[in-house]
Structure formats: C-alpha cells, structure tokens
C-alpha cells in the first residue's frame, strides 16, 4: 500500500484550516505544514494535527512555496491540498480506497477539483489536477501565480474522487499585486500561461475591455495547448458578453470550436447567443447538441459542469415555450427539476405550464434557477 505525505502552503487560516484537516487527517500518513507568515492562530490550530510544521519565508512566489513542502515528504506519495480544500464523506471512502488499492508505481494520480457547486450541493464547475504524485519523480511545480505542478511522463492514473473547494475570501488583489511585482515588469514573461493568467485577473477586476485584448494576445501565439486555447476563447467570449459585444462573442465560440470535438459548454454558449437574437430554433439545435455529448473523459481545463446536467434542459424549456411548444417545454423543465428539486423558479415554471397545457396562451416562462442570474457567463 502507498503512503502519502500530505504538504500544504497556509497562512492566517485559523477560519478554514481545521475543517480541512479533519476531513482528510486519518487518511494520509503524515502532514507537512508550510506556514508563510501567519499572523492569526493558524500554527496553533496546525499543531493538534502534526508536529512537521515549518517556516517559509514568503517571496510573492507559490510555486517556490509549494516546492519546499513538496521536499520536506518522506511517504512514497505526495499529496498536496489548500486550506480552504475539503474532502466530503464520498469522496474520503474513494481516496481510503485508493490509497489501499493503488499500484506503488502509479507516478501522478488525477483527482477531479470542484470548484463551485449549485443549490443542492452537486458541483456546477470543476477542473482536473494532478493531486498525489510519487515522491521519487520528483515533479516540480512552475510559475510564481497560478502555479502549476508539472507532470509531463509517468504512470498516470485517473481516480473518481474529488476535492471540493471551499473558497474563502477574495484573492484578486493579492493575485495582481504578485503579477505586477513578478511579471509585469518584464514584458517578456507576460506570455505563454502568465499572459491567460493575467487576463483572468482583469476579469476578476471588471477590466473586461483589458482582459479580451490580452485573451486576444493569448490565442494568436503559437505553440499553445488545444485546452488552453478553448478555454481562452470562452473566456474571450464571456468579456465580450459583458461588453456588449455580442457578435464579437458568438465568434469567438465558434472559433473555440477548432480545437477539439464541440462539448457540452460551448453548445450552451453558442445557444445562448442565438437565443438572446430570439432564434430559439437555433438555440434549440445548440442546445439540445449539448445534451448529446458525453463529459470529457480526461480534461484538466475548467469545466462548466452544469451543461452536462440541468443547464440545457433549463433554457430548452424557455426556447420551447416562447415558440409555443408547451408540451416539450414541460418536458424539459421536468427534467431541470430531477437536478434541482427544490427550486422555486423551476416549480414555478412547472405551475404555470400545468395550468397552459391544452389552452391556447403561452405561459411566461423565462425563469432561471433561483440562484443562476445569467444562463452561461
């Protein structure tokens, strides 16, 4: 059976730290602690739980952080999480599994990483990350924000557990302040990974105009990976969406589509911009495309999850209903709520489409899910 060193980066979350660790504490075989200067009971809240609790001078570099805890390991396995990280009950008795099961010279095992999740818990967007890495590969970690964890050769192996973050505060400020200390400076490392980086921090900012210039820098450099540039044009496309832009965002879905097989996200995408033209036959074609395509079975870039379950089915019952198709309307929107039971939109939409059946006026019914404003972006 492997053992796994669990190397976490922390500083001031003494709020989060505890609920991490209690869920995952029993299941690897020793943490490591890299504190980089908390200020808060942090180190005190660390200590009911290891005794390996270190000091790194912190120099606006977390790749460089995340490296010196990966060289205090001493399992076979490397696992690293962040503060505001959870492991929920299902996922704990996937990785105790995993860990009993697992070959010992599995080099990287990939674990999915929930990044957001709708109303009853399910996870509406997620990525995929190299989680747990063999300690004797020596992988690396790059890039002083938005680090990343190299992995270009080994055994790799795909687990069904997943992490769930938690996030817990707004980090944009902090974010920015890095790349202007570490990269802005130097025109020549705004590049590559560093100048999409940068751009998802104009966005964070509401700097959409700045942003979909440097989105635009990032797809006509050479040499990218095909995920990278999909995800690029979606996002060039969600700021364009917010300038109002609406042409310019429709080709940049469509451009996305070079890259790979059309997925779920993009459909959405693209029938959300026909839909809000009113060309719900259109919208429809996209739509109902999108409930075709299967998830990505290894993708480690941002997915938009929610298309592969209720979103569709959502804005499907919106185009049906304002081209009088009632029945399907219904039908989709049944199908919305087998996802999202409790939600009052959608059995809104539900009352008002029993009562139009078989009549001849056609309901409104243009209600999202009660906590989704904006159907795609």
Avoid at 164 to 190: C, P, Q, T, V, Y
Avoid at 277 to 289: D, G, H, L, S, V
Wanted: proline share 3%; aromatic share 10%.
């Amino acid at each position: 059976m492997i053992t796994i060193s669990l190397c976490m980066i922390v500083k001031n979350e003494e709020e989060v730290l505890a609920r991490c660790l209690d869920s995952v504490a029993d299941l690897v075989d020793e943490i490591n602690i890299i504190d980089t200067g908390s200020t808060d009971g942090t180190k005190e809240i660390a200590a009911r739980y290891t005794d390996r609790i270190f000091d790194f001078e912190w120099i606006d570099d977390f790749a460089a952080a995340r490296n010196y805890s990966f060289a205090q390991a001493t399992c076979s396995h490397i696992m690293w999480l962040d503060a505001d990280d959870i492991v929920f009950e299902k996922d704990r008795e996937l990785l105790k599994a995993l860990k009993e099961e697992m070959p010992a010279d599995i080099d990287s095992i990939i674990m999915s990483y929930h990044l957001a999740f709708d109303q009853e818990g399910n996870a509406a967007a997620g990525a995929r990350r190299n989680r747990i890495v063999r300690r004797e590969k020596g992988y690396r970690w790059h890039n002083p924000i938005h680090e990343y964890l190299e992995v270009l050769e080994g055994q790799i192996y795909v687990s069904e557990a997943a992490i769930s973050h938690k996030r817990m505060g707004d980090h944009s400020a902090r974010n920015m302040a890095i790349f202007e200390k570490k990269l802005l400076n130097n025109a020549e490392r705004l590049e590559g990974r560093n100048l999409f980086y940068y751009a998802n921090e104009l966005v964070d900012q509401g700097m959409h105009a700045e942003a979909a210039d440097h989105y635009e820098r990032f797809v006509r450099q050479p040499g990218d990976a095909q995920a990278d540039l999909m995800l690029a044009y979606s996002k060039l496309a969600e700021s364009y969406h917010h300038l109002g832009r609406m042409d310019e965002k429709l080709r940049s879905l469509l451009l996305g589509l070079q890259f790979d097989k059309p997925r779920a996200d993009f459909c959405c995408s693209i029938g959300y911009c026909f839909e809000e033209r009113q060309q719900y036959e259109a919208a429809i074609y996209w739509y109902e495309t999108a409930l075709t395509l299967p998830k990505p079975a290894f993708h480690m870039g941002l997915l938009n999850l929610v298309c592969w379950t209720w979103m569709p089915h959502v804005q499907l019952c919106i185009c049906y209903a304002k081209l009088g198709g009632l029945e399907k309307a219904y039908e989709h929107n049944e199908k919305a709520l087998a996802y999202l039971p409790n939600d009052t939109n959608l059995l809104d939409n539900k009352r008002k489409l029993e009562q139009a059946l078989g009549l001849d006026a056609v309901p409104e019914v243009v209600q999202q899910p009660a906590d989704k404003e904006d159907p795609i972006c």
